[in-house]
T-cell receptor, first 113, second 111 residues
Framework: DQQVKQNSPSLSVQEGRISILNCDYT??????FLWYKKYPAEGPTFLIS?????DKNEDGRFTVFLNKSAKHLSLHIVPSQPGDSAVYFC????????????FGTGTRLTIIP | DGGITQSPKYLFRKEGQNVTLSCEQN?????MYWYRQDPGQGLRLIYY???????QKGDIAEGYSVSREKKESFPLTVTSAQKNPTAFYLC??????????FGSGTRLTVV
């Protein structure tokens, strides 16, 4: 039972345009969400997070949007850069400070120069 | 520099053998985790430990064992009971309220 789903295994975007990565979840107990970025043969690195009390969190080029009623979150990257090419995982936990995370299946983002 | 060290980077195991993957952190984090990554399946939790001498099974613990005798160390043993052990294994650590810090992973291949 996949509680966190990333339905697009891959996405290609022109350099300079907006990249939008999507994530859906089924567990209504989740209320803290994170995005990680992963390069091949390396561990994931933390990008940005959002708590359920917010619907948007921004950090530089990265913005995460949360729609709790739809159980959907998205990561926007503007403008997209070649170094953004990586696999992106969304993750969720049942409350802030609960360290056990459930990860999605990942979306491979390719930025086309 | 603080961080998590996983060793070895690549590991080959013969069928029927047990093998232990090392994970060491010098971040003074209380919690440590082991995840497995397979193509198209994301990261799945094997075991986690929130404090020394205590650990809990994750979603796919069968065929694996762990110990947490020291705060800094959380080794994972892949036993012969694990039917499909070929995968990329990731260790992580955290403190409450903060995102995980991951190691660089160990790729295990059964030959």
């Amino acid at each position: 039972d996949q509680q966190v789903k990333q339905n697009s295994p891959s996405l290609s975007v022109q350099e300079g345009r907006i990249s939008i990565l999507n994530c859906d979840y089924t567990n209504s107990m989740f209320d803290y969400f994170l995005w990680y970025k992963k390069y091949p043969a390396e561990g994931p690195t933390f990008l940005i997070s959002i708590s359920s009390i917010k619907d948007k969190n921004e950090d530089g080029r990265f913005t995460v949007f949360l729609n709790k009623s739809a159980k959907h979150l998205s990561l926007h990257i503007v403008p997209s850069q070649p170094g953004d090419s990586a696999v992106y995982f969304c993750a969720a936990s049942e409350h802030f400070g609960n360290e056990k995370l459930t990860f999605g299946t990942g979306t491979r983002l390719t930025i086309i120069p | 520099d603080g961080g998590i060290t996983q060793s070895p980077k690549y590991l080959f195991r013969k069928e029927g053998q047990n093998v232990t993957l090392s994970c060491e952190q010098n971040l003074n984090h209380d919690a440590m985790y082991w995840y497995r990554q397979d193509p198209g399946q994301g990261l799945r939790l094997i075991y986690y430990s929130q404090i020394v001498n205590d650990f809990q099974k994750g979603d796919i613990a069968e065929g694996y064992s762990v110990s947490r005798e020291k705060k800094e160390s959380f080794p994972l043993t892949v036993t012969s009971a694990q039917k499909n052990p070929t995968a990329f294994y990731l260790c992580a650590s955290s403190i409450p309220g903060y995102a995980y810090t991951f190691g660089s992973g160990t790729r295990l291949t059964v030959v």
